[in-house]
Structure formats: structure tokens, C-alpha cells
């Protein structure tokens, strides 16, 4: 089945909808901290105590954090379930429960309430990564005045971090994550390493550059789901205290256990590759340093370090110019068995942020569409505007999103997306891990 795009909007379900005060309503929206924002974040305790807040701080907020409540109280009463989220002028309030804590996104940035729940999910493994759920609901059930944004003091930039990526990156849309692109070969290589290094006590070891893994070796009973990977490469990437020295630090992987945490020793052996091994014991940091120095001294004996410190140098210099198709603008290929997406770097005509950030929307956008419940049959969607024309397959194996030319009709889009898709299976060990290397 086929659809054709229309300019993205926001996706409001009216059955959703919940009806609430409305001067509450009217005093969200005409709140002076959404002014010149486009999108906010907020959480506060069901008994009304400020949790976090994207701008300003969230203790000068307590007026507005008692009308969430009330509002999440209301619609409770009302339904006697919690509240997904409301209209108010040209703002989505969107709105979670977890436990004791009170989320809410207000944006008026024209994503599907469904996304912007998605990122304040995020948000919530991210406060668990650094806490664990059994300590958050202790604290909770143990003192009623329990302060959550207190205990949170030192992790708010990793709350940060992950509100940056949440409305660009597209780990997130696709839940899945990327990888460095690499010969398989090599690839192969920096896995045999980790796996010779391995002590006994070693749980996951990962490679890693920026936002993209280079290698991650796993126990054969065990795998990490994409969402613990983003949420660990944020926790690292955010705090720019690891990349001083190494570094030993607690953990929570929020979706493989929520209750408990790793120990994780962190080292950069190269400016822009991390190396991060995670144990359950934590009485092993010198075991690990000891792994960490055996690693880096066989990848440097193989010739391996150089090449990947070059090849990440590189990385943005993979343009979409390689696959030799012509009114190609930009692409996002995404393999579902492995749960990972590749995308060369934004060339022209998307150079600036906000072409970047318009690109990512038009995405979101197809993407909503086409995974909206009750489109099961939609399979191709085709885009056009003024700008490009993207052209849009999902099938069992892969989703594939392309950004061409505006001139290009929709038999040549079909066409060059054919020719795209052959390209992309010549070259898709190396821009995709296809085996997840076992100990």
C-alpha cells in the first residue's frame, strides 16, 4: 500500500483528548517560561515537590508544578486513569506517570504526542541509569517529603544531553543505534582483542565513538538493548570528566534491570574512542585497568588503533556522493534484525541546523505516518514539496527513508531508491555490525 505526504502536523487524537479546567489550561499556555520556547520539560512529585525543569530552575517553579498536578489529579478523578495530554492553543501538553513522578513535554514543535511521550521515557531511564528504579521508589514510600531533585543534584547534565538528542537523533525515532562504518574485517579484529583482554569478571565490553559503536562484545545469554546502549553513550558523552582520566562509576542499564547497576570503568585510549567495560563486581576497577592496557597495547601492535583513530577522523567526510545517484540528497537505512541505522553526514542542500532539524521532522513525520497504528498495510510513502522529495519502504527486513531532489518524479525517486538499495547491500557489513561477537 502506498500513501502520499502532506506537510508534517501534529497528531492529535481528539478521543484522547481529556476535558480540563479551562483557565488551568489558559494559565499553561500563557505561562511566561513557554514564551520563545519551543519545547519544555517538567517533573514533579505527585505531592507537588519540583523535580527538574528544562529552563529555569524548577524550585522557582511551584506554582506551575501545582497545577500539573492538579491537572494529572483531575483527569485521574475524572477517568480514573492517568492523563495522556491536552491541547492548549497551539501547545501539546503530553504527559507520564511514573510511580511518584509526574512527567510533562509542552511543546508546540508539531510532533505526535506518541513521540513526545517516547522522549519523556527517555528522560525517565535516564534518571533511573543514574539512580536505579528500587532506590527511586524507596525513596518515595519511604519519606513522604523524599526531595527526588535533590538526590538528582550533579546528574542534570545528563538530563541535558539527552534532551539534545531527543528531538535530532534518530536512534531514537528508530530505536536502534549506529555504528562506526567499518570493514567488516577490521571490525572483526577490534572484537578478537576484546575478547583475548577478557578477564573472568567481565560482563559487556564496547568500543565506542561519539553516539556510534565501533565493536561491543556480550555474554551469549545476554543483549543490550538499544535504548540501555543510547542511554549509556549519553551518560558517558555528557560528562566530560571521563575523558580526563579513567574512571570508575555506577550504572543502572534501565532495561536490562532497573532494580540494579553495573560497575563501569571508562577510558578514552584515543581522543574520540572510548573504551567501556562493564562488571557486576565492584572490587575490579584494577582487573579492568589491567584489560584496558593489554587492549590498547594489541590494538596498537596490530595496527589497528591508528587506522580507527583515522577512520573515526573521517567519519564525516562519508558523503552521499559514494553511492553514484544522481538527485540523491540524504538517506536512512535502518536494519531491523539488527536494530541498528546508518546515514551518511548532511551535504547540501542540509548544511545549516536548521535544514538539519527541518529534514529530521519530515522523517519523524513519514515515520509516524506510516508506523501509526492501523497502517499495517502502508508499506511505501511518497513525500514531495518545494524542497525534496523523499520516498519512503518499510518492509520485514529494513525501513528506508530518501531525501532527493524536488525535481525528480515519483518513477525516478522509485528508480534511484532501487538503485540505492543495491548499494546499500554491497556495502552493508561495514555499515552494519552483522554479528554480535559472543565471549
Known amino acids: 500500500m502506498e500513501a502520499e505526504g502532506s506537510a508534517p502536523e501534529g497528531e492529535v487524537d481528539p478521543q484522547a483528548v481529556v476535558p480540563v479546567d479551562e483557565e488551568a489550561a489558559g494559565k499553561l499556555e500563557a505561562d511566561a517560561y513557554f514564551q520563545g520556547k519551543k519545547k519544555h520539560y517538567f517533573m514533579v512529585s505527585d505531592a507537588g515537590r519540583p523535580i527538574f525543569s528544562r529552563y529555569g530552575d524548577a524550585s522557582d517553579l511551584s506554582d506551575f508544578m501545582g497545577v500539573i498536578v492538579a491537572i494529572a489529579a483531575f483527569a485521574r478523578h475524572q477517568r480514573g486513569d492517568d492523563l495522556r495530554y491536552i ?5 501539546v501538553f503530553v504527559f507520564t506517570v511514573k510511580g511518584s513522578i509526574i512527567m510533562v513535554c509542552v ?89 583475548e583482554a577478557r578477564p573472568s569478571s567481565l560482563t559487556f565490553a564496547m568500543l565506542m565513538s561519539r553516539n556510534k559503536m565501533v565493536s561491543i562484545v556480550r555474554p551469549q545469554e545476554h543483549v543490550l538493548p538499544p535504548a540501555d546502549l543510547l542511554v549509556l553513550m549519553n551518560y558517558i558523552n555528557s560528562s566530560e570528566s571521563f575523558r580526563n582520566s579513567e574512571t570508575w562509576a555506577p550504572v543502572c542499564l534501565p532495561t536490562f534491570n532497573p532494580n540494579g547497576h553495573f560497575h563501569a570503568y571508562v577510558c578514552y585510549i584515543r581522543p574520540e574512542l572510548c573504551l567501556v567495560l562493564l562488571t557486576t563486581k565492584q572490587s575490579e576497577f584494577y582487573s579492568l585497568a589491567e584489560c584496558r592496557q593489554q587492549v590498547e597495547k594489541a590494538l596498537v601492535s596490530r595496527d589497528i588503533l591508528n587506522n580507527l583513530a583515522h577512520r573515526v577522523e573521517r567519519e564525516f567526510d562519508w558523503a552521499v556522493a559514494e553511492c553514484q545517484i544522481p538527485d ?16 551518511p ?84 557489513d561495514s555499515l552494519i555490525m552483522t554479528k554480535s561477537p559472543l565471549w
Open 87 to 91: 491541547v492548549a492553543g497551539d501547545h
Open 107 to 195: 511543546a508546540s514543535t508539531g510532533e505526535s504526542p506518541r513521540y513526545l511521550q517516547m522522549q519523556l521515557d527517555y528522560l525517565y531511564l535516564t534518571i533511573v541509569s543514574n539512580l536505579t528504579e528500587a532506590a527511586i521508589t524507596h525513596g518515595f514510600n519511604s519519606r513522604g517529603g523524599f526531595d527526588l531533585g535533590r538526590v538528582m543534584a550533579g546528574t542534570e547534565k545528563h538530563m541535558h544531553g539527552m534532551i539534545s538528542l531527543l528531538g535530532s537523533d534518530m536512534s531514537f525515532l528508530l530505536d536502534g543505534f549506529q555504528c562506526l562504518r567499518l570493514p567488516p574485517k577490521k571490525r572483526a579484529e577490534v572484537a578478537q582483542v576484546l575478547r
Open 328 to 343: 540523491l540528497y540524504h538517506f536512512v537505512y535502518f536494519s531491523v534484525k539488527e536494530q541498528q541505522y546508518t546515514m
Open 345 to 428: 553526514r548532511f551535504d547540501t542542500p542540509y548544511v545549516s541546523k536548521v535544514s538539519h532539524q527541518r529534514l529530521f521532522r519530515l522523517y519523524q513525520h513519514i515515520h509516524s505516518h506510516i508506523h501509526r497504528p492501523g497502517n499495517s498495510m502502508l508499506r511505501q510513502y511518497f513525500y514531495q514539496s518545494q524542497s525534496e522529495v523523499i520516498f519512503t519502504m518499510v518492509t520485514k527486513e529494513y525501513e528506508l527513508h530518501a531525501a532527493f531532489s524536488p525535481l525528480v518524479t515519483k518513477r525516478l525517486a522509485f528508480d534511484a531508491f532501487s538503485r540505492l538499495r543495491r548499494w546499500i547491500v554491497k556495502e552493508h
